[in-house]
């Protein structure tokens, strides 16, 4: 089982935009919900946005919405997060995780129990 990471971008600056992509090897994103979480300098690990693994609600942190988009790709095995209107708060690792319990609730609740994690990712926003 692996996931890869990938950062289109990288360094942008405040009101830019950048996507991010995680795929996935070895078992089917379709049969897990799949969430993106990030972790600034000196802050906790937090859930911002996530796919279920049926039909449902995707979530979004209050502090993405409205500028942060997840979507999947089956045919790709390939969760995306596109990020527009980035600020410099914005600025953390960023992590792919994908949990078989299908919900989204550990990443609503920013748990760390996910059952598997990708590496994180640099996502720097210059002000």
């Known amino acids: 089982l692996r996931f890869s990471c990938r950062v289109w971008g990288g360094l942008v600056q405040a009101g830019g935009s950048l996507r991010l992509a995680c795929a996935a090897s070895?078992?089917?994103?379709?049969?897990?919900?799949v969430g993106w979480f990030r972790q600034a300098p000196g802050k906790e690990r937090e859930g911002v946005s996530c796919?279920?693994?049926?039909?449902?609600?995707?979530y979004y942190a209050d502090s993405v919405k409205g500028r942060f988009t997840i979507s999947s790709d089956d045919a790709k095995n390939t969760v995306y997060l596109q990020m527009n209107s980035l600020k410099p708060e914005d600025t953390a690792v960023y992590y792919c995780?994908?949990?078989?319990?299908?919900?989204?609730?550990?990443?609503?609740?920013?748990?760390?129990?996910?059952?598997?994690w990708g590496k994180g990712t640099l996502v720097t926003v210059s002000s």
């Open positions: 995780a994908a949990d078989s319990w299908g919900s989204c609730a550990k990443v609503v609740n920013s748990r760390d129990d996910m059952d598997y």
């Open positions: 070895g078992f089917t994103f379709a049969d897990y919900a």
């Open positions: 796919i279920p693994a049926s039909d449902g609600s995707t």
